[in-house]
């Protein structure tokens, strides 16, 4: 079980979660394409998480795509109380597993009622406009984008609007448009370029969630992570998620996994607690720009 005093609450909203979520991304087959291989397993996975305190969800409905909102469907739908499910939109999949940009007015409205349709909800908690490369320009103005999401929030399909993969520029431009309740970006113990935007982030009491916290598709390597991992009796990824936590307290984590004994692991990294020596040891490994 998580520590379910450890929570957060988005700006503005009723919605108060536990710090360590879940995301569903790996819950689809190879390269986030097409049905699971055991769509068993991937249900059990949900409904542990869930059982375990997990009460915030990351998804979208073009990882399959369609595949892993129907999971979460069929996994936990009714949804229990307070369970936060949090989408993305801005790409779309291609027959042959190709990612591409999806920012048209049209392609907008069509996913938003994917979303809705395949998770079997008449609105959506939070929708977050992904946006940036390698799909996008980086700093590209988001006014367009996000003022069609803006126009269905006022016609009740969208709460709340958050932002992924966006630079300050963005974020401040999105703020000014519509009230941001969340931003998504990669960040992790080795690639630290938004510690600034996190503590601005913070100022506001605004949700910071990373994406790729334990480095993506190609783990977190670092001779230092591994020691003290040793040191800990933990695994490093532990190690790695425990930092996060500590790193700043409206950091909200989403973890993935299609396997219960990692799901397990994850969770238990958020009563992992790290000693001051060790919180600057794990610094200085993002702080040195190096993987070693």
Known sequence: MIKSDDTFKFPGTSMKV????????????????????DREQAVAVLREAVESGVN??????????????????????????????VTKLGAKRGADASWNPALSRQELIDG?????????????????????????DANASIEEPLTVLAELQLQGLIKHLGLSNVSAKQIAEGRALAEIVCVQNLYNLAQRQDDALI???????????????????????????????????????????????????NVLLIPGTKSLGHLRENLAAATLELPAQVVIRLDEIGASGKES
């Open 18 to 37: 536990n710090r360590m979520g879940y995301g569903a991304m790996q819950l689809a087959g190879p390269h986030v394409f097409g049905p699971p291989k």
């Open 56 to 85: 915030h969800i990351d998804t979208s409905d073009f990882y399959g795509p369609h595949v892993v909102n129907q999971i979460l469907r069929e996994a936990l739908h009714p949804y229990p109380e307070g369970l936060v499910i």
């Open 112 to 136: 938003v009622h994917d979303n809705l349709r395949n998770l079997g909800l008449e609105a959506l908690d939070v929708v977050n406009l992904r946006v940036g490369p390698p799909l996008h």
């Open 199 to 249: 503590e601005e982030l913070a100022n506001d009491r605004i949700p910071y969630v990373p994406y790729f916290p334990l480095g993506g598709f190609t783990p977190l390597q670092s001779s230092e992570l591994d020691a003290v991992a040793t040191e800990l009796g933990v695994t490093p990824m532990q190690v790695a998620l425990a930092w996060l936590l500590h790193r700043s307290g």
